[in-house]
């Protein structure tokens, strides 16, 4: 059977145009942890090779009135004549019509869409972005990121975001700053760097790995900054007060691009948050005391379940799922 698994049937199944068969041979082969770890090697060079990339809009819109001007007049039908004409006359007046037309029909939803890319994912996906400037984003799951659709490396470098995604920005000639707004008070600034922010309801943290950013938040009614330098770890609390430290391993806090979760003496509680966040499972703990308990180690998983069963068994947990299996209950 070993012969048989290679990168090229691996990266099939990746893409979803593998057999039923071919599903079953590597169910079988990857049930072996060796087996795994090459598995999830593949995985990241698979994810690495698809990644996707956002439309450049103002090119398109160029291009086409480029093809209008373009047209001879002796090929116009007679109804489309006079919109030519008027697009040729004024193309900003036609471009201006139709983002009208579209914020009349689909009101806030569709004004936000004509003015930025969104991406969004669901809960337990992971999306690889390349930016117009060439800038690297992986967003984590169930996390939205907003890009401008004009101008964007030309006259802004900044986008926004809910969630949690990793940034490897590429520094301009023009040294024009990118900046990263979240919805918890802070925005991160910076010219070239590598940086992961999270930005979850329950709390907020920015980690530097390379480079130097400089965040920019609210203390109290007044607007305060922080100039972070590589191993820095800032974290907000629910007032909205910063702290800063050093992390020997600031790389731990990117770890779920390549599906390894890494925990540091984190608590039950905070990783049955983690849980919530990334993959919408609902996981209760009645006693405070095990609640308290923490776990340390790496654990690469690929899905929710697979993740919740290594921590269960690691920790000699036992559970309980309720009867529509959407809530767990943890026990001793």
């Not at 964007?152 to 520094?171: L, N, P, Q, W």
Request: include cysteine.
């Amino acid at each position: 059977m070993k012969n048989a698994i290679n990168k090229e049937l691996i990266f099939n199944y990746f893409s979803g145009n593998a057999t039923a068969l071919e599903k079953d041979l590597i169910e079988q082969w990857s049930a072996d942890a060796s087996a795994r770890e090459q598995l999830f090697i593949w995985l990241l060079e698979w994810e690495n090779q698809n990644i996707q990339y956002s439309a450049d809009v103002d090119r398109a819109i160029t291009r086409h009135f480029s093809r209008l001007d373009e047209l001879p007049a002796e090929t116009e039908s007679t109804t489309m004549r006079p919109m030519l004409a008027f697009a040729v006359k004024g193309k900003s007046w036609l471009v201006a019509a139709a983002v009208t037309l579209m914020l009349l029909s689909g009101g806030w939803l569709a004004r936000e869409h004509v003015r930025y890319e969104i991406y969004t994912t669901s809960f337990g996906q992971i999306q690889r972005l390349v930016l117009p400037d060439g800038s690297k984003v992986v967003l984590n799951a169930n996390s939205t990121l907003r890009v401008p659709r004009f101008g964007f490396g030309k006259t802004t470098r900044e986008v926004y975001m809910t969630g949690e995604a990793d940034f490897s920005i590429t520094h301009t000639t023009t040294h024009q700053k990118f900046i990263v707004h979240t919805e918890k008070n802070f925005d991160v600034e910076v010219l070239g760097t590598e940086f992961n922010v999270y930005a979850r309801p329950r709390r907020s943290r920015v980690v530097l790995n390379k480079g130097k950013v400089k965040l920019h938040y609210l203390k109290g009614s007044e607007t305060d900054q922080i100039v972070m330098r590589p191993g820095d770890l800032v974290t907000f609390d629910a007032p909205g007060h910063a702290s800063v430290k050093q992390t020997a391993n600031p790389a731990n806090y990117s770890a779920w691009k390549a599906h390894r979760f890494v925990f540091e003496n984190e608590s039950l509680r905070e990783i049955c948050n983690l849980f919530e966040d990334n993959f919408g499972m609902e996981i209760r703990i009645p006693d405070s005391t095990l609640a308290a308990q923490t776990i340390s180690g790496s654990f690469t998983a690929l899905n929710a379940e697979e993740l919740f069963e290594i921590l269960a068994d690691d920790s000699g947990l036992s559970y309980s799922r309720s009867e529509d299996g959407k809530v767990i209950t943890l026990d001793y």
